[in-house]
Structure formats: structure tokens, C-alpha cells
């Protein structure tokens, strides 16, 4: 088990887990390794069958944490962060999932309730 704590920006009221599919589809809007982006976003690399658990603490939502886990079913490095940081065809991405409400299979989003920085822990097992 391997866990990870960073504090994220958000832009777009959302922190999503974004897969290696689409990725592949869309592009990932920041490539450069020599730059330091944890604070919009961080990589997992997960094998087939693993899960992650992202808990996004102290929401716009009642004050509430908001949970989500997505089972990898393929492995590939997976992207945890606001989508609009990590989707290069950004208008592309909003239009094919109905503003983020129809994700794609590898993808999970939770809705933050509004903009900010957010503490955000992430679980692998």
C-alpha cells in the first residue's frame, strides 16, 4: 500500500483521476518532467487490477470530504488533479462528457464545490 498527500489547485470545481486512455485521446496539457507541478497535479502509476481511494478533504460541499475509487484495468500511469490542468483538448474533453458528467471508463471526478486549494490523499492498494 503506498499513500499521498499533496494540497491541489482547483480551477474548474473538480478533482479527477484521469487513466492512460484518455490521455492518449485528449493529451496531457503539462509533459515537461524537469518541472515540479504538484501543486496542480500528481502521478500514480498503478498496475492492472489496483485500486486508488482519493479522499478531497474540507469541500465547498457542507464542509464535507468527498471520497472516490477507481480500479485500474489496465496499468499506466494515472493523473489525480482538476482536469482542466491535465486535458490538453480541454472544449473537446467538456463536450464528449457532458461537462464532466459522463466520464470515461478509466476517469472518476469529484465535484469540489467551487475553486481553491484542496488538501487531497490518495491510497493505493
Request: charged share 30%.
Amino acid at each position: 500500500m503506498k499513500d499521498y498527500q499533496y494540497t491541489l489547485g482547483v480551477d474548474a470545481g473538480n478533482i479527477s483521476i484521469i487513466g492512460p486512455d484518455t490521455i492518449k485521446k485528449y493529451g496531457l496539457r503539462y509533459k515537461s518532467k524537469k518541472r515540479d507541478y504538484s501543486h496542480m497535479f500528481f502521478r500514480v502509476r498503478l498496475k492492472k487490477d489496483e485500486n486508488i481511494t482519493i479522499v478531497v478533504s474540507d469541500t465547498y460541499i457542507d464542509g464535507d470530504s468527498q471520497s472516490f475509487t477507481v480500479e485500474a484495468s489496465k496499468a499506466g500511469t494515472y493523473y489525480v488533479g482538476d482536469a482542466c490542468y491535465l486535458i490538453k483538448k480541454w472544449n473537446e474533453f467538456l463536450e464528449d462528457t457532458d461537462y464532466l458528467n459522463n466520464m470515461p471508463e478509466d476517469c472518476t471526478t469529484v465535484n469540489t464545490g467551487g475553486d481553491g486549494l484542496f488538501k487531497v490523499t490518495a491510497e493505493v492498494f
